[in-house]
């Protein structure tokens, strides 16, 4: 035939290899060969490495485009570049590439490339050295290789190459055929251990190749490869594994390979013996069978044409594949009435007399219930004895489920694809079985992922086409493999069941399955079927169509199937059944018929109470607590915990902040709970516990109502019918109180998922979701939800509540050996107890005791009728109770111990041996977990009768632990607790098991499922050896797992030889299995971990005394150990009596024991690195989606593994969020519910109590804000005593203001840092604090934290109800209802036109006018002076922002109480956007684009101006109605942005004196200001600022007085014509407006009795201002000396405003440029017209140059220095010499450019007193485009 099939038939392949197969079994002697379908179908994919380099050679060679029998297609290489080297071993730059000569080079290759060797067939004997890109080169399968190439020479460096043409010309390959990367890049290169780069396995090529090759020709090796690479070519490669299932002692056996038979090249015979196939790639659990594989598609076509790849076509080698053993669980639960895979019936009715009639005491005959799953077709109904028969659909539905792959892809568009054919499925179930050990129950999870991979190796183009998408790639060919015809399917059927004897019998003879399954049950009655486990049935139909049924025969697997059918309330009922009805009698006589040494009864009356009290003491009646050791921290919170409550409120925090404003934080002052603890008393009375300790009921002020443990049971509810009043007490409460935050914890929220619709009538399901999912709370505002749990994987599915957003993780404490948190302890949990099992250093804390599994499976065979649990406890009794009488029972009964496992008497004699160690009888508890609680109840009553008839008493305690009843302890025990505790309550008793903390004693743990109960440090031992083997689900395995796991003691004072923490590595919790770190090993020590009696010191402790134990052991030395081990109890009078046992294995995890099925699940890794269990089904509420998914990675992080499951599964009707279906809306998330998520005992309890907490002190804080509270300065001004106003008065005098003088001394603490203004009256002190000032001017300024008032202003954050619609975030108000508008006017100064922007919302139109015809802007409606309304504020307010979009206080609703008023907000024009959102349903000014740089003196200078225009129009608007210009209202109000709240003064209208101060509304303060009389006779208004000294009662106080007025202004327009604020200044604009307005002779007055609160804000504001170069935009520092520089000089420039960087230059060098003014108040700096602060060492007089202005009186004063900023024409060389100067006095004189600072100096005449040089002129470091200002100083003559 050839080298090549390319054109042959499928089917002729076929028919060969059944030909000769079949020719080999006639010819075989021996042993079967291996069946012909394992190789056509089941082979693994991976292509073994042959030891013969020349045949891989002679293989490659036929990798061409074309046949194989073709000729070469020819090639011309390009020809090198002139120059270049042609070398055969060099590159074209001349630099060797012979691995021969770089092997020792110290090469460096980049990340992601691999070094790899090429073949030149010019020199044959070197291997090329090259770079590859490893996304172009296929993995050890032969597959995921990329097409194209990417690669860099190693000699000269040179990278980039794209494509491998040019690469193989740059290295010089010289090839004569087209240059394929598959034909000659060969080899691995690889670093051996001398760092030598050597030749590696050959790249695996032929996964993608395409060639029509058989992987079996490998099997004709010669007598000389004995020992090569041939029996690989059976099994998968060794970094794959197959099926876990898989345990078979020895696989010779079972494939029967003979020696004789001859092997297949190409389809040709060939001589040649067969090789014994060896275990390599077998998985860890033991030997096992080859992995499953199926059929593959032909290659490439003849002529590769453009877009075709290697990589797009399926290979043809049946070479040994993988099979992914994602094994979940395959069994349904026995009351789920929707899965319909279990009745003792049969499928829907057939035609009459088509009834197969089930044998009468078929279970009593043989042993066994058979199970019949359905296959193919309708299987026959059953009559007779149907109790003695199961039938399943499992198999049916995986079946089903294979047929549905197809359509996966479907879906996506791709073109239709066949499904696995009927025959095909069978093939493959029937080789399933027979890879089944004779101790293994198939899963049907197995068979999916069996179906599943094999039929993605039979179309592997076209699922590539899917997962990749690559737009080159073609249609996908046609499916090439040939589908097997029924008659060709019971021959292969037989053939592979040939390898494994009688365990798997297929029938085939019967003409329906009626007659197959009577003749079946004929079988099993007539004891034919004895060594036989399962039967396939094949048969065709009427209509030829095939049908098939399993039946299970193998009373193992017969039972596992059974049991594991069974849901685990209908096993606790069967049970309870069986003990009930006496079933159970027949084991229990059999016990005590296995001679003495098996009959408890009689042998405890050879154990006298005199011999059972040899070697142990008696216990002290009265224990003194006398161990320095004990210690218990129930209470103590670790870092790790609030680390964990900090992401909870970030997540909370987080829901707030979202645009769904779904929780509004803002509204919230107080916090409530209530915890939801699943029925168990223990963890009721535990979270009680931690609650009490915590201290969360102090931060909450619940304290007060809690004075007791028992008053804090109020907060913590059962999950049974007793929670329906306090949840709809919550409900009611919710409502009532719309203020305060609930929070509503559910812990261990997986333990109740059930469906309320499905609860079949028990009360106790679905309890969670009538209450915790009721419309009630899901639509309660202030309800948030937090799910609790270690297994969060019922609450992810595709229908499940909680955004994956507000999923919290518990965090990794350990990063790299390095303690995150600073943790004391370390977690040891699940993944930590696998990793023991791995490391091979001693006795792993996790393992199962071979013995008792030996004793439980014969009873298990010889007891049928009885559950394994049943059994399997009464074994593990009559093992403790032996224990018990071989360790106290005296010399008579030591030979017990050869009937002991010797697990089970290690813990006995550590049970009782420790408390002799410890003076206060400290000692470990032993944990025995069953299940069941009839079963518990059984063994606690049977341990406590032995214990007590052997006197052990008061040695040790027995505590049944059921969860639906409180905890029991003997007195004498008691006693001991309560002495250890230091309790001094007699009532007192232990109500949660960490109470119960170094107690010696056996708790029996019963109930289901653990229910979140805390086991305490003393656990020792975890016994769960009766636990289910069957309960084949993630939650059911780790939950049990989860009791074992241990928070250990970290200490750095470690004993030598003993592993302390330390040593143990933690995995990443945020991975999902401890194998992320495969590196580190746990490593326990067998000495100090395994054994109460161990030493400390491994020195001081025979190694003789145990030994490790092996499950495998042979009897003589399992005595051998025994014997030892009963000996050791010699030594319990040592002198290591002393130590306390207890406290020693604080940093030891316990011993958990299982049983060995379930720890061979657990310990077995599937292909993807995990334990098989990660794969399992999560729960039994949830299914799969499809059988075709991935599988979870071992790199996953607990957000992917989220995401998986979210993805993958989907719940059940009776899971409680299989209503919640998202059908197209994406508001299925509740928005107000979290999930937290963490490790089995890990502490997540004390985290969200913690989280309780700080979420408290947050919304108090929320409530509270920053509060500028600091003393007026500059208070010690002589003031007269004359009294203007009464303290009663509520308003100004206008006569009263005028005659008072006015303040020029500024008293508001923020301009504590500025230039003092002079006044006569003022006097500072020598001790003013100038200088400590000036030290302190970067400190923060003083805050006090007040709690917000209903008057209060808020900013974008707050969102209540109430001011929604104000805010704008109804849906009357949106964002696109608002409209700009432009407004139009001119001022002088300006000399220009100055256009503003109004944005103006749709409800805030009717605050204008607008002219009728076009709609323009014409003016902002003002109301007259005698209008009146008490819901109206009249003044406009204007608020001047920047940056502060988020942050600035403009929401006034609460402050205005509601009232009816006009707000603005003054914005710069690169700011419009963000304030428009953010404040959607304000006015927003915006100022002109030339403003965006200027300070707020341009804000305030267009507001003001703008204003007073807006005053004009509105006069002559209301002119043309009648009314008088001077009615129209003339004020305006210019607030900060960060005024929060107001205040007032009573005073007592009696005695006149101030009472307290207390918060009012903006409302009530502006219209009482309003409201004054004569107001229009003011310029300005305003209050004072608040600080907590300042409105002390009992004093009488002027209620008003006329001074500087800052923040918040009352201002005239009218009034202030004339005076104008600076727009150039940045700085103190307020105090030169009011100096300015009270020099014009304007009334200015303070009402002293009204005061504003500043709330401190950090972010933006006018005061932010960065000075940067202009050479960059990045800020830098800059000496305030280089704001300045000398004319026409060559200086760094800044791209600052000219006017800052000279208001920032006097304020911090004028002490340098006045120096005759530093700190000289009596010869201060004369300022004219204006105000600038020269810093704080200067004082400023101020003087207006204006006719008829009020100055103080100068006469007398001499002046230090003149300061002259942009005089103008008042300013005469005749009014400055009014003025008296001092000799040197310093002369500054500002203008805006060079030219009219030489005219001011003319013009005013100032060189006849003032000496000028040269050097004396200076302008602002600002370049010329930037208009920089210039000065000169001079010095006076």
């Avoid at 073109?415 to 696995?420: F, G, M, T």
């Avoid at 594991?564 to 009805?581: F, G, K, M, V």
């Avoid at 916090?671 to 969360?696: A, D, K, R, Y």
């Avoid at 005749?1774 to 805006?1792: E, M, N, W």
């Amino acid at each position: 035939m050839g080298n090549s099939h390319t054109g042959h038939l499928q089917s002729t392949r076929f028919e060969e290899m059944l030909h000769n197969s079949i020719e080999a079994s006639l010819r075989s002697n021996t042993v079967v060969p291996r069946p012909v379908f394992s190789r056509l179908y089941l082979e693994a994919e991976q292509r073994p490495y042959s030891n013969d380099a020349g045949r891989l050679d002679e293989e490659d060679d036929e990798e061409d485009g074309s046949d194989s029998n073709s000729p070469p297609i020819p090639y011309q290489m390009k020809p090198p570049p002139e120059g270049s080297c042609t070398t055969d071993g060099f590159c074209q730059a001349g630099k060797d590439l012979r691995l021969s000569s770089m092997a020792t080079e110290s090469l460096e290759v980049p990340p992601g490339f691999l070094f790899v060797g090429a073949k030149s067939p010019s020199v044959p004997d070197h291997i090329l050295v090259c770079a590859v890109d490893l996304r172009f080169l296929p993995d050890e399968c032969g597959r995921n290789a990329l097409l194209g190439f990417s690669g860099n020479c190693i000699g000269c460096g040179e990278k980039g190459f794209r494509y491998f043409t040019e690469f193989a010309n740059h290295i010089n390959l010289k090839l004569t055929t087209q240059p394929k990367k598959q034909k000659y890049l060969k080899y691995h290169l690889l670093r051996n251990a001398q760092g030598l780069l050597v030749k590696g396995p050959a790249i695996c090529w032929k996964g993608i190749d395409g060639r029509m090759r058989h992987s079996v020709s490998n099997i004709a090796a010669g007598p000389d490869e004995q020992s090569g690479n041939g029996p690989t070519d059976l099994l998968p490669n060794s970094s794959h594994t197959t099926l876990s299932t898989i345990n078979h002692t020895d696989l010779n056996t079972h494939l029967h390979i003979s020696e004789g038979s001859p092997p297949l090249t190409n389809g040709s015979h060939v001589p040649g013996p067969q090789q014994h196939v060896s275990q390599t790639g077998v998985v860890a659990n033991g030997p096992g069978r080859p992995a499953i594989g199926s059929m593959s598609n032909s290659g490439p076509p003849k002529k590769r044409h453009k877009g075709w790849s290697p990589e797009s076509s399926a290979p043809t080698d049946v070479t040994p594949r993988p099979v992914p053993n994602s094994t979940t669980n395959g069994t349904k639960s026995a009351d789920s009435g929707a899965s319909g895979c279990l009745s003792l019936g049969s499928s829907p009715p057939l035609a009459p007399g088509e009834h197969v009639t089930v044998p009468d005491h078929l279970l009593q005959t043989c042993g066994l219930r058979p199970v019949i799953f359905k296959g193919h077709g309708t299987l026959p109904q059953l009559s007779g004895n149907l109790g003695d028969v199961l039938v399943s659909g499992l198999l049916q539905k995986c079946y089903r489920s294979s047929q549905n792959l197809p359509r996966i892809y479907e879906q996506y568009g791709t073109a239709p694809i066949q499904p696995i054919s009927t025959e095909m499925q069978i093939l493959l179930t029937v080789y399933y079985l027979v890879q089944l050990a004779p101790d293994q129950a198939p899963q049907m999870e197995d068979l999916e992922q069996i179906f599943m991979r094999s039929w993605r190796e039979s179309h592997l183009t076209e699922i590539r086409q899917y997962q990749q998408t690559h737009p080159q790639f073609p249609p996908p060919l046609p499916c090439l493999a040939q589908p097997l015809t029924p008659s060709q399917l019971p021959w292969l059927a037989k053939l592979a069941t040939s390898s494994c004897g009688e365990g798997v019998l297929v029938l085939d003879t019967a003409p329906s399955l009626v007659e197959a399954l009577e003749d079946t049950f004929h079988r099993l009655v007539e004891g034919r079927l004895n060594r036989t486990h399962y039967v396939v049935i094949i048969c065709m139909n009427r209509s030829q169509e095939i049908e098939s049924c399993v039946v299970v025969t193998g009373k193992h697997q017969t039972r596992a199937l059974s049991e594991s059918l069974l849901s685990p309330n209908d096993c606790s009922r069967e049970i309870a059944h069986e003990l009930s009805s006496g079933s159970v009698a027949e084991l229990a006589f059999y016990f005590s018929s296995l001679g003495p040494d098996g009959d408890v009864e009689t042998l405890l009356e050879k154990a006298s109470p005199e011999s059972s009290a040899c070697g142990l003491e008696p216990s002290r009646d009265s224990p003194k607590p006398t161990c320095a050791e004990y210690c218990v921290e129930w209470h103590e919170i670790r870092p790790i915990q609030l680390a964990v409550a900090r992401k909870l409120l970030s997540h909370v925090c987080a829901i707030a902040d979202s645009s769904t404003q779904n929780l509004d934080l803002g509204s919230f002052d107080k916090v409530e709970f209530l915890i939801c603890v699943p029925p168990s008393e223990v963890t009721f009375h535990q979270v009680v516990l931690h609650l009490w300790n915590s201290g969360v009921l102090r931060e909450l002020g619940l304290d007060q109502d809690c004075l007791s443990l028992k008053d804090a049971e109020q907060y913590v509810v059962k999950l049974n019918q007793s929670a329906v009043g306090k949840i709809n007490s919550l409900i009611q409460k919710s409502k009532m109180y719309p203020y305060t935050l609930f929070i509503l914890v559910h812990d261990h929220a997986h333990s109740d998922i059930s469906s309320g619709q499905y609860s079949g009538g028990d009360s106790r399901l679905g309890l969670v979701d009538s209450l915790l999912n009721c419309r009630q709370i899901r639509d309660a505002p202030n309800i948030v939800t937090l799910h609790v749990t270690s297994f969060p994987f019922a609450f992810q599915t595709q229908y499940t509540r909680i955004s994956p957003y507000n999923e919290i993780h518990w965090p990794s404490a350990f990063n790299n050996d390095v303690d995150l948190y600073n943790e004391k302890t370390k977690y040891f949990g699940v993944s930590e107890l696998l990793e023991t099992t791995r490391s091979g250093s001693g006795l792993p804390l996790l393992r199962y005791d071979s013995s008792f599994e030996s004793m439980a499976a014969a009873l298990e065979e010889r007891f049928p009728k009885l559950q394994s649990a049943v059994i399997r406890t009464h074994v593990l009794i009559q093992h403790y109770s032996l224990a018990l009488m071989a360790t106290a029972g005296g010399q008579t009964l030591q030979a017990l111990q050869k009937h002991i496992s010797v697990e089970t008497l290690e813990m006995i004699q550590c049970l009782l041996t420790t408390t002799q160690r410890c003076t206060s009888r400290h000692g470990h508890m032993l944990l025995l977990r069953i299940p069941s609680p009839a079963l518990a109840a059984l063994a606690h009553q049977r341990l406590c009768h032995v214990r007590n008839r052997l006197g052990l008493h008061k040695q040790f305690e027995i505590i049944l632990g059921d969860p639906a009843a409180a905890l029991t302890v003997e007195k004498h025990f008691l006693d001991q607790l309560r002495a250890w505790l230091k309790i001094l309550d007699p009532d007192w008793a232990p109500r949660t098991y960490l109470e119960l903390e170094a107690l010696p004693c056996i708790l029996i743990l019963t109930g289901l499922d653990p229910l979140g109960e805390s086991l305490p440090r003393s656990l020792k031992y975890c016994d769960l050896r009766v636990i289910s083997c069957w309960s084949l689900q993630r939650t059911a395995l780790e939950q049990e797992l989860g009791l074992a796991a241990y928070l250990l003691k970290a200490k750095a004072d470690a004993p030598h030889g003993s592993h302390m923490p330390s040593d143990l590595s933690e995995s990443d919790p945020e991975k999902l299995s401890s194998t992320d770190n495969e590196e580190e090993e746990v490593v326990v020590d067998v000495n100090s971990a395994s054994l109460g009696n161990a030493s400390p010191t491994a020195t001081q402790r025979p190694p003789s005394d145990w030994t490790p134990l092996d499950p495998e052991k042979q009897p003589n030395q399992r005595r051998q150990s025994k014997s030892t081990s009963s000996g050791s109890s010699s030594s319990w009078a040592s002198p290591l009596r002393q130590c306390c046992s207890w406290a020693r294995n604080l940093s030891r995890p316990p011993v958990v024991l299982l049983p060995k099925a379930v720890y061979d699940l657990i310990t077995t890794v599937d292909s993807s690195g995990l334990p098989k269990s990660t794969s399992f089904l999560p729960l039994s509420s949830v299914e799969w989606v499809s059988s075709f998914r991935p599988l979870l990675s071992k790199m996953m992080t607990c957000t992917e593994q989220s995401l998986y499951y979210r993805q993958w599964t989907v719940p059940k009707p009776d899971h409680m969020d299989s209503s919640n279906r998202a059908e197209g809306r994406s508001d299925n998330f509740h928005p107000r519910r979290l999930l937290l998520s963490g490790p089995p005992q890990v502490g997540k309890t004390g985290a969200y109590l913690q989280f309780l907490g700080i979420l408290s002190r947050m919304l108090i804080r929320l409530m509270e804000v920053d509060i500028y509270d600091e003393e007026d300065i500059n208070c010690n001004c002589e003031t007269d005593l004359v009294r203007y106003h009464q303290p009663v008065a509520s308003w100004p005098n206008t006569e009263a203001v005028s005659r008072m003088p006015f303040d020029y001394i500024i008293h508001d603490p923020k301009y504590d840092d500025i230039s003092t203004i002079y006044s006569p009256d003022f006097s500072p002190n020598a001790d003013d604090g100038k200088s400590r000032r000036q030290d302190d001017v970067y400190l923060r300024r003083r805050t006090t934290r007040i709690k917000l008032s209903k008057y209060a202003a808020y900013n974008t954050y707050h969102h209540c109800e109430q001011c929604h619609q104000y805010m704008g975030f109804t849906k009357q108000y949106q964002l696109y209802e608002s409209t700009l508008h432009t407004f139009t006017f001119s001022h002088l100064l300006l000399g220009e036109e100055i256009q503003l922007y109004f944005i103006i919302p749709k409800s805030k139109e009717h605050h204008f006018s607008f002219s009728q015809s076009g709609g323009q802007l014409e003016s902002m409606r003002l109301p007259l002076t005698s209008d009146w309304n008490p819901d109206t504020i009249k003044s406009p307010i204007f608020t001047p922002t920047t940056g502060r979009h988020e942050h600035g206080l403009f929401n006034l609703y609460h402050a205005m109480e509601g009232a009816a008023h006009l707000h603005i907000l003054v914005i710069k024009e690169y700011e419009m956007a963000v304030y428009k959102k953010y404040w959607p349903n304000h006015i927003i000014l915006v100022l002109p684009t030339i403003f965006n740089g200027a300070g707020i003196g341009a804000a305030h200078f267009l507001i003001k101006e703008l204003s007073f225009h807006n005053l004009e129009l509105e006069r002559s608007r209301r002119g043309e109605h009648g009314s008088r210009p001077q009615d129209v209202w003339p004020f305006i109000i210019l607030a900060d942005d960060s005024c929060v709240m107001w205040n007032s003064v009573d005073v007592d209208p009696k005695s006149g004196t101030t009472g307290a101060e207390r918060n009012v509304s903006l409302k009530q303060v502006l219209q009482h200001m309003e409201s004054s009389p004569d107001i229009t006779r003011y310029g300005l208004c305003g209050m004072r600022k608040w600080s907590s000294c300042g409105g002390e009662a009992g004093h009488q106080k002027e209620p008003f007085s006329r001074g500087h007025l800052h923040d918040f202004l009352l201002l005239n327009v009218d009034l202030t014509q004339n005076v104008q604020y600076n727009q150039n200044r940045f700085a103190c604009d307020d105090v030169d407006f009011n100096l300015r307005a009270h020099s014009a002779g304007l009334l200015i007055c303070r009402f002293n009795n009204f005061s504003v609160m500043k709330k401190q804000i950090a972010i933006g504001g006018y005061g932010t201002f960065i000075i940067k170069t202009k050479m960059t935009d990045v800020p830098t520092t800059i000496q305030p000396s280089q704001y300045i520089c000398a004319p026409d000089s060559k200086h760094l420039f800044l791209a600052t405003p000219a006017q800052l960087l000279l208001e920032k230059y006097l304020q911090h060098t004028s002490h340098r440029l006045f120096p005759l003014s530093a700190r000289n108040y009596s010869h201060p700096v004369l300022s004219v017209d204006c105000y600038l602060n020269l810093g704080p060492e200067v004082t400023v007089c101020f003087v207006s140059s204006r006719p008829h202005s009020i100055n103080i009186s100068t006469t007398g004063l001499l002046f230090s220095g003149l300061l002259l900023y942009f005089c103008d024409s008042f300013v005469t060389p005749g009014f400055l010499k009014k003025f008296q100067f001092l000799k040197g006095a310093t002369l500054c004189v500002i203008c805006p450019n060079r030219s009219s600072l030489r005219q001011t100096v003319v013009r005013l005449e100032l060189e006849d007193k003032w000496r000028f040089r040269l050097s004396d002129e200076f302008q602002t470091a600002n370049a010329k485009e930037d208009q920089p200002l210039f000065f000169l100083t001079g010095k006076h003559i």
